[in-house]
């Protein structure tokens, strides 16, 4: 839409003519955006809703308006005739003529229905009345296109969320995940019931979930308010996730719960060995504290038993947390089980490692001809007894070694000074 001269003078023909022309032009350029407004799509979807809350008054006023739009546009268009018609009277206008034409044209000539102000009639300047379309105008446009813009943008995306949810409705149904038994379950239905009330609350008063931009007077400047169906899509996707990984538990259900009973049976054998060789420790080592061995772990079969009726029943979300917790436990009792037979195999290592140690030293002493020393011989065979003997005294059988590797080093030591002297004469 145009701006028409400012007031001036009494105009002359090539003036009054010039005006003429330019009213001309924004007539036809008001008409034309009121006739795209009285079309525009927003429009039309705003006449036949069911309106409430800021957009239902925000309608109300904006139809007020278009209405005195027209009515202006009347006024201005029955101005811009009868100015034509003057001008058309003699193709030289007199003096009387162009004061006329100067008064309808620049002055306040225009009288138009009161806009709510109280009176019952305005006027105005054709300049001023432009304006004054401009404005109603502006603001009508952009109440329609933001209407219409959260309209293009939010129900259909509810719709696709919507549908999506469906889709996870059934899948989170087939592993037993429902309202009331899984939380998974309870968001699904309050994702559901928000999805419902956001889109009827956005098509029936869409306004209520438009941002205006800041700083912009162009109309429909701004963007649709996303906050709740971003919250309930991030939502929904958790939820997914959460569902695809009770559908991996399904899938990996067997094989996870083999792998269980394996690491168990192993504890319980590891437990078992660990049993039995506490008693060989009882009955072969003298004056050592033995750990005692604790039984098989009851409660973690107990467990698993559950895990594999939750198998049996496809009750996959409760399936999910509990064969990560046994998992979790299964490893700490193979290791617990483990760290039994060390402890109580202890003694038994010690005294292999002494049996080592004596037989290494017998075969030293032998590589320097020292096998049939007597001395040697007595306290290898008094060693040799006490390791070989049950119940085995650790202490008593480390220090006949030790005795023994002293007297062992003392021979050797004085078998080779000769020879060392001999190579310090030479």
């Known amino acids: 839409m145009g701006v028409t001269d400012p007031a001036g003078p009494v105009m002359d023909r090539d003036e009054v003519d010039r005006a003429l022309a330019r009213l001309g032009q924004e ?3 008001i008409e034309t955006s009121l006739l795209a407004l009285q079309d525009h799509a ?25 209405t005195r739009l027209w009515a202006y546009f009347d006024a201005y268009t029955a101005a811009l005739r009868g100015a034509r018609e003057i001008r058309a009277r003699r193709r030289w206008s007199s003096r009387e003529d162009l004061a006329e034409l100067t008064e309808l044209l620049r002055g306040e000539s225009v009288t138009v ?39 293009s943008a939010l129900p ?6 919507a549908a999506e949810l469906q889709r996870t409705r059934g899948l989170a149904h087939s592993v037993g995940v429902r309202p009331g038994e899984h939380p998974a379950g309870d968001d699904l239905e309050r994702i559901t019931r928000t999805l ?44 997914r996730r959460e569902i695809d990984a009770v559908l991996t538990v399904r899938q990996d259900a067997e094989a996870r719960l083999i792998r269980l009973r394996d690491v168990l049976s192993r504890a319980d054998r590891t437990l078992a060995e660990a049993r039995t060789a506490r ?54 009792e193979l290791l617990r089980a483990r760290e039994s037979l060390t402890a109580v195999t202890a003694p038994l290592a010690v005294r ?11 075969a030293k ?46 021979l050797l030591g004085s078998a080779n000074a000769p020879e060392d002297r001999k190579g310090d004469a030479s």
């Not at 304006?131 to 959260?150: G, H, K, Q």
């Not at 259909?156 to 969320?161: G, K, S, V």
């Not at 205006?212 to 939502?235: I, K, L, M, N, Q």
């Open 27 to 29: 007539h036809e350029a």
């Open 42 to 66: 927003g429009r039309r979807l705003l006449e036949g809703a069911d309106l409430t809350g800021v957009t239902k008054e925000r309608w109300q006023a904006t139809e007020a308006q278009i």
């Open 113 to 151: 229905p009161g806009g709510g102000s109280g009176r019952l009639s305005e006027t105005y300047s054709l300049s001023a009345l432009v304006d004054r379309m401009n404005e109603l105008y502006a603001t009508s446009l952009d109440m329609i296109v933001a209407a219409d813009a959260v309209w």
């Open 156 to 161: 259909a995306r509810i719709d696709l969320l």
């Open 196 to 239: 419902t009330q956001l889109r009827e609350d956005v098509v029936r008063d869409p306004l209520a979930f438009w941002v205006p931009a800041e700083g912009s007077s162009a109309p429909g400047g701004g963007r649709p308010d996303t906050t709740v169906y971003d919250r309930e899509a991030r939502a929904l996707e958790d939820v």
């Open 279 to 332: 008693g060989e420790v009882l009955a072969k080592i003298a004056a050592t504290e033995v750990p005692v061995v604790s039984g098989p772990p009851t409660a973690l079969q107990e467990q698993l038993a559950t895990a594999a009726e939750y198998r049996r029943q496809a009750q996959w979300h409760r399936l999910s947390p509990l064969l990560e917790s046994l998992e979790e436990k299964a490893e700490d």
């Open 352 to 362: 292999a490692e002494l049996r080592g140690r004596l037989d290494a030293y017998k």
């Open 365 to 410: 002493v032998a590589r320097h001809g020292l096998a049939e020393d007597p001395l040697l011989v007595e306290r290898y065979d008094a060693a040799r007894r006490m390791l070989w003997s049950a119940p085995c005294d650790l202490r008593v059988a480390e220090q006949a070694v030790l005795r023994y590797q002293q007297t062992a080093a003392e």
